[in-house]
């Protein structure tokens, strides 16, 4: 079976790598791809959201298999465009379709599907510039610290977490008003803020069936115990200690089941990953969000753990069988830690050489933003490379990742030594 894989990024690296390894692929295409997917698979320079022209490779190539890893695709309808198409309908596609993707694309639609199915999640209430009084009345209600998040889709920078009454006001009031993340804030959702520790629960699901992957916990922060700027994620780790079977238990029967019944119930078909982001509070966990894909970094640890071949199982999600299936899951630790460029978040060079992929031993490396630039590696990205390892322990894990980062090098590298420090 031919495939065709949407993404750049260590997300795809990693799910090309698996699905490499399955016997039922004839021929993988990863669009646009870097270059780590470029060293085991053929790269297409086609974007993710040029669906015309995903159609004519898809019908050129005999693709049978679509896999979706971001959702900026899922969300402008990728999914319904196959489905409504003639010559492509029967091509089996993993990523829901766009009103399924609306769980990620918009926060108020994911907030009242969880409040619909009692699916325990922060208090909330939702306003626009029409209902900004009310807004600021809400806020005068609540305790600080104050959770303002834009509706929509903001590049991961739509949460602001506020100490201060008056900024939250100022900040609702950007938001509504002037625009401050465009049209993604003309809605604005305000939380009970919630503390606790994260983790990042991913579930299979053909619409009806589901399959629980290998918790992972990730690091979004910049800096060393957790401080400084929002990224992508900095590293990752597979499972997660807190999580133990007490509390996937409470997971799966409280979050993970009416998720699943609830979307069949509200008839939004699903086909693919869910991505829940949790927060444990005391011994109970609540929905922070949900996305409509893999997490990255969280997948760099996830799918090594996962001993199933993808193919089997992507194909009974496209036939709706996954009951079928049982998860073969890898008992070791998996750690990834991730390289970036310097300066990131924030203003980065790109085109900077990577030296050194070819001494890196006991480990497996996946590339984030790198692309081939006259034959040699370099940086295209401000997450470059994840090295993710095995072990006994996440001590262990990450021991053999850092030894292996130390090993590559580009100007600018930066990675946080302290992962897995909470742990
Ligand atoms: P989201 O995009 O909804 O995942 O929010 C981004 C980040 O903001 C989360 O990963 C949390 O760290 C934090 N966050 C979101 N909602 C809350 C909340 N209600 N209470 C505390 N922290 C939150
Ligand atoms: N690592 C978080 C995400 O993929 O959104």
Redo the contacts with the bound molecule.
Sequence with gaps: MNILLLGSGGREHTLAWKLVQSPQLSKLFVAPGNAGTASIAENVAIAGDDFPAIKEFVLRNEVAMLVVGPEDPLVKGVHDFFLSDEELKDVVVIGPEKLAATLEGS?EFAKAFMMRHSIPT?AYQSFTSATLEEGYQFLESLQPPY?L?ADGLAA?K??L?LNELSEAKSQLKEMLVDAKFGKASATVVI?????GI?SSCFVLTDGTHYKILPQAKDY?RIGEGDTGLNTGGMGAVSPVPFADDTYLAKVEERIVKPTVAGLKKDKIPYQGFIFI?L?KIGDDPKV??YNVRMGDPETEVVIPRVKNDLVSLFKAVGNGTLDTMDLDIDNRVAATVMTVSGGYPEAYEKGKEIGGLEKVSDSLVFHAGTTLENGAVVTNGGRVIAVTSYGETIKEALASSYANVEKINFEGKYYRKDLGFDL
């Design positions: 926060k922060a959770v998040k991961g739509g949460v977490i939380e009970e803020f919630l503390d994260e979004k982001g927060i922070i969000e």
